[in-house]
């Protein structure tokens, strides 16, 4: 089965703080993803990365940035956290060809104080 | 430009009673759709996906979809719902604009309520 990890389940800091998500796939996926999803709003594309060290922003990349060192590894960063990215962000990886079937983290519930 | 809806925010139905939750979709060219279920606090799983060939398609936990290509639409099937069936289902397509294909197009999500 594909694994997909996020570092953290629940995560709380504070406005300003530098914030690190980390993701981890263990099905050699080329593409990998990062979400958020709030109420009403479904699931926003913040970034995603089709190969190390290659990205593209999605729909709403504003105060974010990723880091793709390795294949298995996508990073979301917050420079600078504030508080209207508190979120469920939700970390996704898959396949270049085929069905390109996504699959997803558990999610981490990041709430900014 | 291509787009995913799901006309019902939420879905109410008694266990045991047939379920449909509905998807439908505006793309150019051949559609790739999708279903995926969330639980409470939990990411999305996939349920299952249309590429070609049969219209019905067998998934996961008892769920098919049937795609109607003259109504644009996937909507998502079980014959008797479950109460564990309660959760949030989201409909997907995949971009095919502007030669990228690695993205997915999201609908907004239907929470479905499984009365006992």
């Known amino acids: 089965d594909v694994k997909v990890t996020q570092s953290s389940r629940y995560l709380v800091k504070r406005t300003g703080e530098k914030v690190f998500l980390e993701c981890v796939q263990d099905m050699d996926h080329e593409n990998m993803f990062w979400y958020r999803q709030d109420p009403g709003l479904g699931l926003r594309l913040i970034y995603f990365?089709?190969?190390?060290?290659?990205?593209e922003k999605g729909d709403i990349p504003e105060g974010y940035s990723v880091s793709r060192e390795k294949k298995e590894r996508f990073s979301l960063i917050l420079e600078s956290a504030s508080t209207n990215q508190t979120s469920m962000y939700l970390c996704a990886s898959s396949f270049m060809t085929g069905g390109n079937e996504q699959f997803f983290g558990p999610g981490t519930r990041l709430t900014v104080l | 430009a291509q787009s995913v809806a799901q006309p019902e925010d939420q879905v109410n139905v008694a266990e045991g009673n047939p379920l449909t939750v509905k998807c439908t979709y505006s793309?150019?060219?051949?559609?790739?759709l999708f279903w995926y279920v969330q639980y409470p606090n939990r990411g999305l799983q996939f349920l299952l996906k249309?590429?070609?060939?049969d219209n019905l398609v067998k998934g996961s936990y008892g769920f098919e979809a049937e795609f109607n290509k003259s109504q644009t639409s996937f909507h998502l099937k079980k014959p008797s719902a479950l109460v564990s069936d309660s959760a949030l289902y989201f409909c997907?397509?995949?971009?095919?604009?502007?030669?990228?294909?690695?993205?997915?197009?999201w609908g907004l999500g239907t929470s479905l309520a499984v009365n006992p």
């Open positions: 990365s089709y190969d190390v060290k290659m990205k």
């Open positions: 793309v150019s060219g051949n559609p790739y």
């Open positions: 249309y590429i070609t060939g």
């Open positions: 997907a397509v995949r971009d095919i604009d502007a030669g990228n294909n690695r993205k997915l197009i």
